[in-house]
């Protein structure tokens, strides 16, 4: 943390490089809960680069107050998914883009890792958003149950009991879309 906290100083003061540091810490947590929300690489690559803009633009008004920096980015994120759909209206969301990927990557692989995350990302949508949230904020953002909480403006026993909700209706939802119940 302390680290962490001399990064953001450092980089409040203009420096790139610390920034840098910043931005590779934190870009696969962001791009994951990202990617899980609006479906599509290609939205989630160029929305994920908006919340690291963002976050370069208003490093100098970020200030610590018990909450993580990852909370802040996450903040911006949710803002730039907003505005994305704000801006895509109703239109429905494309299927997941191609992954880049070394062409040493078994295609095979590459596919199963697509159609899991496709599924995960359609069966999030069915959530209520507050279970959304907290999911997409836990486990592809790898937030702990208060970082979570505090990231949501929630207790952590109302986090935990969103969590546990949802991790619920995501199993009954994953059962269906794989073919385990009856349909």
Not at 86 to 113: F, G, M, Q, Y
Not at 115 to 136: D, F, G, N, S, Y
Not at 177 to 183: A, K, M, R
């Amino acid at each position: 943390m302390q680290h962490e906290m001399d990064l953001v100083g450092r980089a409040r003061k203009g420096d790139a490089n610390a920034f840098e540091q910043l931005y590779e810490a934190h870009f696969d947590r962001i791009y994951r809960y990202v990617v899980l929300r609006v479906g599509s690489r290609a939205d989630a690559e160029d929305i994920t680069q908006q919340v690291f803009v963002k976050a370069l633009e208003s490093i100098g008004s970020f200030r610590w107050r018990g909450v993580p920096f990852a909370s802040w980015l996450y903040r911006i994120a949710r803002n730039q998914i907003v505005d994305h759909y704000r801006k895509k209206s109703r239109t429905e969301t494309a299927p997941l883009d191609e992954a880049r990927t070394a062409s040493t990557a078994d295609p095979v692989d590459i596919a199963e890792r697509r159609l899991k995350l496709e599924e995960l990302a359609a069966a999030c949508r069915q959530l209520p958003e507050t279970q959304r949230e907290v999911v997409l904020l836990r486990f592809a953002g790898g937030l702990s149950v208060a970082e979570t909480a505090r990231a949501m403006g929630k207790s952590e026993g109302a986090t935990k009991v969103l969590q546990h909700e949802a991790l619920k209706k995501l199993r009954r939802i994953l059962s269906s879309i794989s073919g385990d119940s009856d349909g």
